[in-house]
């Protein structure tokens, strides 16, 4: 039974896939990134959260030849990501800052087992893992524009494990106006303090500025004006 219910999902996702892009031209980007598919050489994307290996950002300047900001505070991860950055000649652009409220900062809780770390002490892997914690430097959301000089984002990712919580639901609407498409991971599934329904609030709250929102998983959420 178990099996036959995966199958029925992947069918399920196949279908919703070839729908989405049929009427919004959606498509999806591995390993689980849905974005419509409208960028070009001049596009603008923010990658908060590369982790390691900044796939996300390399698989679009690849398919696309754009140019990506990446944020991600990881120390282990800032060497191979400033390989990275030297191999792209401009392209992808990386900054050892955290996503959070105000620009101070935080302590930091980095696994030593998995890629992501968090600010949040009831993250899975901050439970579970052998952590290094230090401070590290954050940047508020509606600095970012003004920080990276520039007056819009085509597509901006917020994979940052947990303070998505915090920070959603004070990102202002002179800040969405100028971001033309947003995918957001949301991390319920790996945090005690905060659920599905948080996540759902959260997906109302970004609807309620004119986004419509598509996801494959209640995890994974791309938000795009049709």
Known sequence: MKKLKEIIKKINKKINLKLWNFF???VFIKPCYLLVNKLNKNSIVVDFGTGNDADFSIALIE???LKSFGFDPTKKHFVSLKKIEDKYHGKFNIYQLALSLRDKNKIFY???ENVSGSFMDDHINIKNDTIN?????VIAIDELLK???IERIDLLKIDVEGEEYKVIP???EDFLSRVDQLIVEFHHHCLDNYSLQDTLGCVDFIKGFGFKALT???INYLFFRA
């Open 170 to 172: 004070k990102i202002k």
């Open 147 to 149: 920080f990276l000089n």
């Open 63 to 65: 398919r696309y030849g």
């Open 133 to 137: 914690s230090y401070k590290v430097k």
């Open 110 to 112: 980095e696994s030593g």
């Open 24 to 26: 919004y031209n959606v």
């Open 216 to 218: 494959l998983d209640k």
